[in-house]
């Protein structure tokens, strides 16, 4: 579940280090979702974990979970097509294995507004993600997490490649 603590750019701030920081003591910690690219954000103020800048910020945050007797692992989170142009660094159309609507609304700076149909991902674009996700992850470890996580549920982009991939019945040559 997303804190919404991040600064505008997607740079976990002094807010989340103390958040996670005051949690600590509860062993291992794994946090909201960080996403792993621009098109992975789907929401406002949610950090990211693919430039520098976050890392520096990541860095922070491990920094106080590990002083506070904690253990921290980075959730990588791709929302697909659970996202609004609005919301993204670069204010594109989300994408998706498939051009297909959720549905639903999203929170915007404006307010409530609908989800557009997104773009669908080409062969190559679903392998220049994967790399995304290498490199976030090593991202997290250069942050000083001491794991990551990939979210994988509530629509958002893993689980709609997996479920396109077992429709296809393609699910035995799935490697990421």
Do not use: C
Request: glycine letters at 10%; zero cysteines.
């Amino acid at each position: 579940m997303t804190r919404s603590r991040a600064q505008e750019d997607g740079t976990p701030g002094e807010l989340a280090a103390l958040y996670y920081a005051q949690r600590a003591s509860l062993g291992l910690l794994i946090t909201e979702g960080a996403q792993p690219s621009d098109d992975g954000q789907g929401y406002l103020k949610t950090p990211g974990i693919y430039t520098e800048k976050h890392i520096e910020g990541w860095k922070k945050v491990t920094s106080a979970v590990h002083e506070a007797g904690g253990y921290i692992y980075i959730q990588l989170m791709h929302v697909g097509r659970v996202s609004h142009p609005d919301n993204t660094p670069h204010h594109r159309q989300p994408v998706a294995p498939s051009a297909i609507a959720p549905g639903v609304e999203a929170f915007t700076a404006t307010g409530m507004q609908h989800i557009p149909v997104p773009r669908e991902l080409s062969k190559e674009e679903i392998q220049t993600t994967i790399q995304d996700y290498r490199k976030a992850a090593a991202a997290a470890i250069a942050a000083g997490a001491d794991g990551v996580e990939i979210h994988g549920a509530n629509g958002y982009l893993i689980t709609n490649l997996l479920e396109k991939i077992q429709t296809r019945g393609e699910m035995s040559r799935v490697v990421l």
